[in-house]
Every structure is written in structure tokens, then in C-alpha cells.
């Protein structure tokens, strides 16, 4: 079985059985992605395992777009990654990896052809600023989020806005 297929599930299964031990009351958050891990923008759940890692699963999705860097008919990107928080109180500096499932049909993107449906994983990090209070609240991120496979690098940037509860 694929690790694309096992991550997900794994991913979610921590998310939804782990309780937090220590003083995050508000540990999970919602929030949408501009740019970033899901190459355009993306609607993402985080969850904070403890005071300093948490997991994230994304999803983006578009159909029919034509850009001079990127045509597609359908395309999903999942992005999937475990960070680590330095600092303390509601400022941190996020540092991340994971992966992006994509699911394209119809198109090319980061370099990749085709005229058919086709799936791929690529590597996927973050290096940024991470605002999230302890008590819940408005969530702020901002950091360098670059996209990695066989194609090289891709570099991108993320901003992200929502609400932890």
C-alpha cells in the first residue's frame, strides 16, 4: 500500500483521538490558505497535538483554469504536514514537512503533462510565522512554502487567516 494512501488516515486518526496535555484550550483550528501548501489557496484543519507540534490536512480543488504557468480541467491538492512551534505564548515560528497528494486531469502543472487523470505526491515544507492564541481566537500565518518532486523546486508563499477553537 502507498504512503500517500496510509499518511491521511494516520494524520486523521491523531487528530480526532488526541486530547491536549498542557495548556491549549482551543487546540484545533480552521483556516484558508492563500498560495501556500495547496499551490493556489487552500481550506485547512490543524490541530495541535501539543504546545509545540501540530498536523494539518488541506484541500483545494479547481476545475477548468488556464494560466500561462498552469491549464488544467480538474485538479485536487492535499497538502499534509507535521510542524514544529518554537516560541512561547500566541507568537511562533512554524517550521514544517509533509506532503501534496495531487489529482489532476486534462493539463500540466509544475511540469507534469497530461491527458488523462493522473495522481502524484510531491514533498512539500513551511518556514514562517505562526500567531495562534492559547484561548482560541483569530489564527495568522505567513511563511515560505515550497513544493519539491521531480521537477525540482517550486517556490511559494502562503498567508493564512481563520480561527482556532
Do not use: W
Not at 19 to 44: D, R
Not at 52 to 63: A, D, H, K, P, V
Not at 92 to 109: Q, R, T, V
Amino acid at each position: 500500500m502507498k504512503i500517500s494512501r496510509i499518511l491521511p488516515v494516520v494524520l486523521l486518526l491523531l487528530v480526532f483521538f488526541s486530547q491536549p496535555s498542557y495548556s491549549q484550550t482551543k487546540p484545533n483550528s480552521v483556516y484558508f490558505e492563500l498560495v501556500g501548501n495547496g499551490c493556489l489557496y487552500s481550506i485547512n484543519y490543524d490541530r495541535l497535538f501539543t504546545e509545540n507540534l501540530s498536523g494539518r490536512i488541506g484541500l483545494m480543488y479547481l476545475s477548468k483554469l488556464d494560466l500561462s504557468f498552469l491549464t488544467i480541467d480538474d485538479i485536487v491538492i492535499v497538502p499534509i504536514t507535521l510542524n514544529y512551534l518554537i516560541g512561547n505564548g500566541s507568537n511562533k515560528f512554524e517550521i514544517g514537512a509533509g506532503i501534496d497528494y495531487l489529482s489532476f486531469s486534462g493539463g500540466s502543472i509544475f511540469g507534469l503533462h497530461a491527458n488523462v487523470s493522473e495522481s502524484k505526491v510531491f514533498g512539500t515544507a513551511t518556514i514562517g510565522y505562526r500567531y495562534q492564541q492559547a484561548d482560541g481566537g483569530f489564527l495568522f500565518r505567513i511563511g515560505f512554502t515550497p513544493i519539491f518532486g521531480e521537477n525540482g523546486l517550486q517556490p511559494l508563499a502562503g498567508l493564512s487567516l481563520g480561527f482556532s477553537f
